[in-house]
């Protein structure tokens, strides 16, 4: 019975891949119903579909002479130099090998290095500037997800820039406002490069600051990607087609980080979804107060006393309690397809937060 499901779901599949590439020649054959679920995605892919013309890609991303970064962490603080009156910061957009478990090392399309990209910091009304290389195979550009930038920075391609090419580099200049939980990703076929990991934390801290401050401050980026036999694909490479790997910071559990918290400390946690998937973060132990929404504080009397939130792509809440139980205590998205790894339970989208005394 579950053979026969899954050669039906396959045959489906090919006959979509087929309708999806008119005049390309026959894609279906007996050996790609034979194969796995990945070898199928593999061998259908040859010349099928151009990402540059426009389609969603069956073909898996790449990038030329990968470096595998196995201890890397995501997201981490970005250093600056200091020009005049100018925070410049160095960014460049490159092909790793990227460990999202210690058995599942995939593909991944990177700002530095990293998934998520390094998180840049600033203060409220820092100039900043960002030295964009591109080193990827494709060409791409950088949307600054929330901050009031002017038009010409805003990096939609060929409507505020050219596309930055391979081999190019391209400055983006603004002054950093308002104060909140933001975001940097590519805007160019996003439906592939965000999900490859062309997106990372960028935070803007007031200058005065309005409210007690945490001891404990996180940033969660949470994502989907679609990887098959060490390839990465498009996280949905077309409607109906689903992720198989959920990812907090690049990493699926049990490799995502354990946040460290002392009993009474005040921990704000800020989840930014930057996938294609809606996410029901659940916390266990105490709830929280939704103090931030898409960067903006959230008036003390308007602020929602919850123990589950839930984060669309595209959006930011920062939540905060106060860490009153000592314990292992969990954090994790309730749609409970999303607490896997390629199908097995528990992965994905849990992250522990081990409070001690
Ligand atoms: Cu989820």
Redesign the pocket.
């Known amino acids: 019975m579950k053979s026969l499901l899954k050669i039906g779901i396959l045959s489906a599949f090919v006959f979509l891949l087929a309708a999806c590439s008119p005049g390309k020649g026959a894609l279906a054959s007996p050996t790609m119903l034979a194969g796995s679920s990945s070898e199928l995605v593999a061998t259908a892919t040859p010349g099928s579909m151009n990402s540059v013309e426009g389609s969603h890609m069956m073909e898996p991303i790449n990038g030329e002479n990968l470096e595998t970064v196995p201890d890397a962490k995501g997201g981490q603080l970005l250093a600056s130099e200091i020009d005049g009156d100018t925070k410049v910061f160095e960014l460049t957009a490159k092909a790793v090998k990227w460990s999202i478990l210690q058995d599942v090392v995939a593909t991944a399309w990177t700002y530095n290095g990293t998934v998520p990209g390094p998180m840049i910091r600033v203060t409220e009304g820092d100039k900043v500037r960002i030295v964009f290389k591109n080193e990827l195979p494709q060409p791409t550009t950088i949307h600054w997800h929330g901050i009031a930038v002017p038009n010409a920075m805003d990096g939609i391609p060929d409507v505020t820039q050219k596309p930055v090419q391979p081999g190019e580099t391209f400055i983006y200049e603004f002054v950093a406002s308002p104060a909140g939980t933001f975001m940097y990703h590519s805007h160019y076929e996003g439906d592939l490069q965000v999900s490859a990991g062309l997106y990372a934390p960028f935070i803007i801290d007031p200058k005065e600051p309005v409210a007690p401050q945490p001891d404990v401050d996180v940033n969660l980026m949470v994502s989907e990607m679609l990887v098959k036999g060490g390839q990465t694909y498009a996280a949905m490479p077309m409607a109906g087609m689903e992720p198989n790997y ?1 990812t907090i910071n690049g990493k699926a559990f049990p490799e995502t980080e354990t946040i460290q918290v002392k009993k009474g400390q005040l921990v704000r946690i800020r989840i930014a979804a930057i996938g294609q ?1 809606v ?1 029901p973060f659940h916390l266990h132990g105490v709830p929280f107060k939704i103090v931030a929404t898409d960067g903006h504080p959230v008036p003390e009397a308007a602020q929602l006393t919850k123990d589950t939130v839930l984060v669309s792509p595209g959006e930011r809440y920062d939540i905060e309690f106060v860490a009153t139980e000592v314990g292992q205590w969990m954090l994790h ?1 309730h ?1 409970l397809h ?1 607490t896997t790894n390629d199908n097995v339970e528990p992965g994905g ?1 849990i992250l522990m937060i081990n409070v001690t005394d």
Do not use: D, G, K
């Open positions: 959920f998937l996410h998205c749609i999303h989208l």
